[in-house]
């Protein structure tokens, strides 16, 4: 059902789990995943058509929040977000250490 | 402080079942995205980039020990062990599950907390001068008064809907620590010749996308109208200001639009009609509140502390933290403590849960069970005395919580910005962090002076970038992180916007930008007394911009 990832540019979907809100892409079998590595690598026209009808069906079923669908670059099968703000919440949370991770980190440094 | 009334409890533990109940039938399906996001934003609950965010409002700031020991309680269980103070003296948890907010929301309001209007076109949570109430060059403490507007503007029923959201700020010393000439009405808490209270309004100034000082459209208006006046102001923005475009809605472009003069007009008409109805403050009323508010025990001590200059002597680190994180009481032999949540290279405002728990200790043992959030994002210690300042440092250093840069260049304000929130084109929080380090020395610093650099990520403006002393924009450019520098703005009682010195710098270069803005300082000031904004003033952007782009 779904083509093998060429290299290039593509798209992904994206949306926030609507009950614990973190970022989610859909996946090969029309799950969600919190890997943008496993998600289904969609191309413009039909294919893509086909995805965003089905996100916004799993919005309005209450499985996530929002969908769209992202830019990305396929590197060696894995798609990688244009947008570097879609690179920041590709990677689950901020570009800096935050919270106890941040204090150990500046305990190291001192 | 002051204590919940039955009123407020009861209203907070409704909304509370109330928004259970929402969040579960929009779990159920009951109710839909569109229709539940008014629903969680009038809770404080938003949508970020990498998940929900919940606002919670701490009015003016202030912070008992048990609220403290709350928050990171919430931190630790429901969160990911921190939290981050905001500009607007509130608190913001960036990891909360949806499906979690009506527990935290049952457990702040057990400490008399909740996150209602800190979302929403309404009157959002009062701010105010975070030294209220103890510093020594107060006339009037502010507090009583943003207290007495918190409760008139809690579900008022007219006010919750407005053309766009409404932000008051009271300060009551002729130095203005709450920046109220950038909210959309600021109130300056005086004394009359006679000794009677009242209040100078400052209509329509604000941040955002079109900075813009407010105006004094009255300059006493006696302390029993404080609601009258206000509800007056309110009306005239609710009835005329913009609700055809967002980003014309707030009332600084009615002001602007209408101008000042008739906003005047309009408002004193208005307050004629109602001013002697049932907004009339009694005067057993505003004693009532003031009573909570009351200067806590605190004896006059000996201006000089023995304890103190002992271990000033044999410290000099603990020597350099009191003379930048301390500011004088009204009170003989106590101090205002900074608590910088500015760790050279850590995130401006955050705290983990074990420093809200050791600062909500240190409030209990040291500072009369208060702690304040200021809009500077630290935490102030208000009432200490002089003898328990060695104590206090050494126990907030064994936290990383004695960093000395109270005014500092690296005392720097930061929005959370691209890394956490979804408006941002640009990371704000690394930048503060470079500039940190790169200006980490103590003496380079103090050398330097009072400096405020204040970053935003995007137009927005909640990082204030157009009154800092250095402001700093994120923009995106094709794609990557951009940043314009501003010079020269105030947020004190002279506010100013600061003017955009020339092109922007990439996320690499704008430190090096900053750092040369500052050597010119340096270079270019007649002596140490004058500050970075004096200089600025005397001089203009001119030498500044030769040092960043070169001779014209």
Redesign the interface.
């Known amino acids: 059902m779904f083509k093998a990832a060429k290299e290039g540019p593509a798209k992904v979907i994206t949306a926030?789990d609507?009950?614990?809100?973190?970022?989610v892409f859909l996946d090969q079998n029309g799950g969600w995943t919190h890997d943008i590595g496993l998600a289904r690598v969609l191309e413009d026209g039909p294919d893509l058509e086909s995805g965003n009808a089905y996100a916004k069906a799993q919005?309005?079923?209450?499985i996530v929040?929002?969908p769209y669908p992202i830019d990305v670059e396929v590197v060696g099968g894995v798609p990688v977000p244009?947008?570097?703000?879609e690179k920041?919440?590709a990677d689950?949370?901020?570009?800096?250490p935050?919270?106890?991770d941040?204090?150990r980190?500046?305990?190291a440094?001192t | 402080m002051y204590r919940y009334d039955e009123f407020d409890r009861a209203f907070v533990t409704e909304r509370v079942a109330q928004f259970r109940g929402q969040v579960e039938r929009r779990l159920s399906g009951e109710i839909s995205e569109d229709q539940f996001k008014p629903l969680r934003l009038q809770n404080g609950v938003y949508l970020q980039l990498h998940a929900y965010m919940l606002r919670i409002a701490i009015p003016y700031g202030t912070l008992n020990p048990a609220q403290l020991r709350m928050l990171a309680f919430i931190a630790r269980k429901y969160d990911r062990g921190y939290g981050h103070f905001t500009t607007r003296q509130n608190l913001q948890f960036h990891w909360p599950a949806l499906k979690d907010i009506p527990d935290i929301l049952g457990h702040l309001a057990s400490v008399e907390m909740h996150a209602i209007q800190t979302s929403g076109n309404c009157i959002r949570n009062v701010t105010a001068d975070h030294f209220a109430g103890a510093a020594a060059d107060e006339v009037v403490d502010p507090r009583p008064y943003a207290e007495i507007l918190r409760q008139w503007s809690s579900l008022h029923p007219e006010f919750i809907f407005l053309p766009r959201k409404f932000k008051i700020a009271v300060t009551g010393s002729e130095r203005d620590r709450a920046a109220i000439q950038v909210h959309d009405i600021g109130l300056h808490a005086k004394r009359d010749a006679d000794g009677n209270l009242g209040f100078a309004y400052y209509v329509g100034g604000g941040l955002g996308r079109t900075p813009m000082i407010g105006h004094l459209i009255n300059d006493f208006v006696p302390v029993e109208d404080l609601l009258s006046y206000t509800e007056a102001v309110l009306r005239v923005y609710n009835l005329f200001g913009r609700r055809d475009n967002k980003y014309k809605a707030r009332i600084k472009i009615l002001v602007h639009e209408t101008g000042a003069a008739e906003i005047k007009r309009q408002v004193e008409e208005e307050w004629a009609r109602i001013r002697h109805g049932a907004l009339a403050l009694p005067d057993e009323e505003i004693r009532r509140i003031e009573a909570y508010f009351a200067l806590p025990g605190l004896s006059p001590r000996p201006a000089r502390s023995i304890v103190l200059e002992r271990a000033r002597a044999a410290d000099a680190a603990l020597a350099t933290w009191i003379g930048q994180n301390t500011r004088p009481h009204k009170v003989s032999g106590h101090a205002l403590v900074t608590v910088s949540l500015k760790p050279i290279g850590g995130t401006p405002g955050d705290a983990t849960a074990e420093q809200m728990e050791l600062l909500a200790d240190l409030a209990e043992r040291y500072s009369h069970g208060e702690a304040r959030v200021s809009h500077e994002q630290n935490i102030i210690l208000p009432h200490v005395a002089l003898d328990d300042l060695p104590a206090a440092y050494e126990a907030l250093a064994a936290q990383n919580l004695a960093t000395a840069n109270a005014g500092l260049v690296t005392d720097i304000i930061a929005c959370p910005g691209l890394d956490y929130c979804a408006l941002a084109n640009a990371r704000s929080i690394p930048i503060a962090q470079r500039i940190a380090e790169r200006f980490a020395d103590q003496a380079r610093q103090q050398e330097v002076g009072d400096l405020k650099i204040k970053i935003s990520g995007c137009i927005n403006a909640c990082g204030h970038h157009h009154v800092g002393h250095i402001g700093i924009l994120g923009v995106e450019k094709k794609g990557e992180e951009f940043y314009q520098i501003t010079l020269g703005g105030s947020a004190d009682e002279h506010a100013t916007v600061g003017e955009i010195v020339g092109p922007g710098f990439s996320y690499d270069d704008v430190v090096d930008a900053v750092e040369k803005v500052v050597d010119t300082y340096l270079k270019v000031r007649e002596s140490r007394a004058e500050d970075f904004l004096a200089a600025y003033r005397r001089l203009g952007a001119a030498p500044f911009k030769e040092a960043l782009y070169g001779a014209a």
Do not use: S
């Open positions: 926030n609507l009950r614990d809100g973190l970022v919005h309005d079923a209450r929040v929002e244009v947008r570097f703000r920041i919440r689950h949370g901020p570009t800096i935050y919270g106890e941040e204090r980190k500046l305990a440094g």
